[in-house]
C-alpha cells in the first residue's frame, strides 16, 4: 500500500478574501504565497506559515462559508502547551475573542472559540 505524508494544505471557503488575507495574517502570522486569479479576478489564496510547513488555501465562496459558520473543520498544531498559552496571550493582546484553553482528547491543551472574519472555529491544539 503506498503510504501518505500528512497533508499538503487545507483549503476554506470565504466570503471576503480581503478582509480573510488580512486576518490570516495579522492573527496567525501567515502570509499569501500564490494568488488564484481566474478570468481577472482573485478567486483564492495559498497561504503559508513563516517556515512553509503549514498550508491554508482560502476559496472565495460566500454560500459555503456561510454554511462552516460556527463549525471547527481545522485545528492547527501547537508544538507544547506552553505554545498554547502564549497564542492565548497573544490573542488577548490582539484583542481577538476565544473561548480559553481547555484540556483536549489525550490531555492535551486546546485553545476553542478563535473564529475567523466568516465565523469558522480554528483551533489551537497541542498534545
Not at 3 to 21: I, M, N, Q, T, Y
Not at 72 to 91: C, F, K, N
Not at 101 to 106: A, E, K
Not at 109 to 118: K, Q, Y
Amino acid at each position: 500500500m503506498s503510504e501518505l505524508s500528512g497533508f499538503h494544505h487545507v483549503k476554506l471557503p470565504v466570503a471576503d478574501l480581503d478582509r480573510s488575507r488580512a486576518w490570516y495574517g495579522e492573527v496567525l502570522g501567515l502570509h499569501v504565497e500564490i494568488e488564484f486569479i481566474e478570468d481577472g479576478v482573485l478567486r483564492g489564496l495559498a497561504l503559508a506559515d513563516p517556515t512553509g510547513s503549514l498550508r491554508l488555501a482560502l476559496r472565495l465562496d460566500p454560500e459555503r462559508s456561510a454554511a462552516l459558520a460556527g463549525f471547527d473543520p481545522v485545528a492547527l498544531a501547537v508544538p507544547s502547551r506552553a505554545a498554547v498559552q502564549a497564542w492565548q496571550h497573544r490573542l488577548d493582546e490582539l484583542g481577538q475573542a476565544h473561548g480559553g484553553v481547555v484540556t483536549g482528547h489525550n490531555g492535551g491543551s486546546v485553545l476553542i472559540g478563535l473564529h475567523d472574519p466568516d465565523g469558522i472555529e480554528i483551533r489551537l491544539y497541542a498534545d
